[in-house]
């Protein structure tokens, strides 16, 4: 059965890329994940290969029991994106993810030249809470079990991001 993205991409969405492209890809993450960070950098090489037709959205799914630091650095780079540097702190943290750790999230703030005091003031928000956990219901509506997990033009793509590159070469040759 495939699954769908519950709810379409939207305003709440963080979207890097052409809007109104021909290949919506969204990644539901935890940036403490391992196989999140190995799809890193295919993702990046896939925005590069398909740019312009290609729109990426991330959207959280921490897997906080087994990654203890996973929820801090989604609010992280929620906290980064109201001084509108999400993307800056989402590839901050995938680039250093093994120093994912409170003071970590400090230093990977304080490099991409936030407002450290509004930084450390937002991090507080409800709202960003509220954020992440949208995100997660939204992933666990539309049929996610496991990071990274992603969706083309909608719908579940089963497979990991290597395969996700080649089915977009081949589709596109």
């Known amino acids: 059965m495939s699954s769908h993205l519950k709810p379409p991409v939207n305003e709440k969405d963080h979207s890097e890329g052409t809007a109104g492209a021909t290949i919506e890809l969204v990644e539901y993450g935890d940036y403490q994940c391992p196989h999140c960070g190995a799809a890193y950098p295919i993702i990046k090489k896939i925005q590069k290969t398909f740019a312009p037709q290609i729109s990426f959205v991330f959207r959280n799914f921490p897997l906080s029991e087994i990654h203890p630091f ?3 650095a989604a609010i ?3 906290a980064a994106g109201m001084q509108l540097k999400f993307w800056e702190m989402h590839d901050m943290i995938f680039e ?3 120093s994912l750790n409170s003071r970590g999230l400090q230093k990977m703030a304080a490099a991409i030249g936030l407002d450290m005091e509004v930084f450390e003031s937002d991090l507080q928000l409800e709202v960003l809470q509220a954020k992440v956990e949208a995100d997660f219901e939204s992933g666990v509506r539309s049929g ?3 990071t990274p ?3 083309i033009n909608g719908n579940k793509f089963d497979g990991g991001a290597n395969d996700l590159y080649n089915m977009l ?5």
């Not at 070469?169 to 040759?173: A, F, M, P, Q």
């Open 70 to 72: 996973a929820v801090a």
């Open 76 to 78: 992280a780079a929620e």
């Open 96 to 98: 250093n993810q093994s």
């Open 144 to 146: 996610v079990n496991g």
């Open 149 to 151: 997990s992603f969706f």
């Open 169 to 173: 070469l081949e589709t596109s040759g």
